[in-house]
């Protein structure tokens, strides 16, 4: 990971999810671009059959002047010392529609964003936060800050996994890639056993197994929640673990697939205030 992307609108959410970057970068020792994206002014010119829209070319200078203004003072905030840090304004991009403008920044592997959740169904259940659809979206792993989520250096971590999911092992191997910079982390790998995909301990101690004869980094355990759905289930982990952050694989689930059965990543990151690190699963 050469770079780092991390996406501003300038709130406090955002700042938060600022100084983290900051920490995540100077852990991995890559740039930190830093990205504001906004839509420029168009016109609306007359023409004999219909209407063209045109750049206000003025307006957009004075609009991109202030934007700068704002985007240097926000860059300059926190202490950078260290960290190689560039600013940029971008226009006429859908923010959360990174696999648009990511190829401005040459090796890039993790976006950083800030969220404050969903709040209201119709916000955050029915369309979703601009975070929840970059998670969707994003061909790179995404990590979604909320507010108060202070950066300290990963001592544990918790990864949940899909008994069943050939997918599942990739998502590990990317999450140890990821926290290489931090040293003796324990990774808690979590089964959460719900009402409706519920694991027996033969199958369980099987997936183990597997894992064992896969994975070669030495400070990881499995342990199983019971709960009532998999998003409690994941509460009732973080909590009990005191984890730092949690890490899950994302399907990416689009259009009315994505209406009908959702993400519980996706929901993690709206509704459970814990640093999440989503990592695309391979198709």
């Known amino acids: 990971m050469k770079s780092i992307l991390h996406l501003t609108d ?12 900051l920490a995540i970068a100077k852990a991995h020792q890559a740039a930190l671009h830093v990205v504001h994206v906004y839509d420029r002014p168009y016109a609306s010119i007359a023409y004999q059959g219909g209407l063209s829209a045109v750049v206000d070319v003025e307006m957009d200078k004075r609009i991109r002047h202030e934007l700068a203004q704002h985007l240097a003072a926000y860059v300059k905030s926190e202490d950078t010392q260290g960290i190689e840090v560039h600013a940029h304004l ?15 920044f040459p090796g890039t ?28 979206h994003s061909p790179i ?14 001592t ?60 070669s980094y030495p400070a990881w355990e499995l342990k199983v929640y019971n709960d009532i759905s998999v998003e409690e ?11 730092d952050l949690i890490i899950m694989g994302t399907h990416a689930r689009k259009g009315l697939a994505q209406f009908l059965f959702g ?21």
């Open 141 to 154: 792993p995404v990590l979604a800050i909320h507010p108060k989520n202070t950066y300290k250096p990963y």
């Open 90 to 104: 971008l226009a006429d991009y859908t923010v959360w529609r990174v696999g648009d403008y990511l190829d401005k």
């Open 10 to 21: 300038f709130s406090e959410t955002a700042r938060e999810a600022y100084r983290y970057a």
């Open 156 to 215: 544990k971590v918790l990864l949940p996994v899909e008994v069943f999911e050939e997918k599942s092992l990739p998502v590990i191997q990317k999450a140890l890639d990821f926290l290489r910079p931090w040293t003796d982390v324990r990774l808690i790998l979590a089964v959460i056993n719900t009402p409706y995909v519920f694991y027996d301990t033969p199958t369980i101690q099987g997936f183990v197994e597997r894992l064992r004869s896969q994975i």
């Open 263 to 283: 993400s519980i990543t996706e929901n993690i990151a709206q509704h459970l205030s814990y640093p999440l690190l989503a990592i695309p699963m391979e198709s």
């Open 109 to 136: 592997g993790l976006v950083v964003m800030g969220t404050r959740g969903a709040t209201s169904l119709w916000h955050g259940g029915l369309f979703g936060t601009n975070t929840a659809r970059l998670i969707r």
């Open 233 to 243: 289930g994941l509460r009732q982990a973080m909590e009990t673990e005191k984890a």
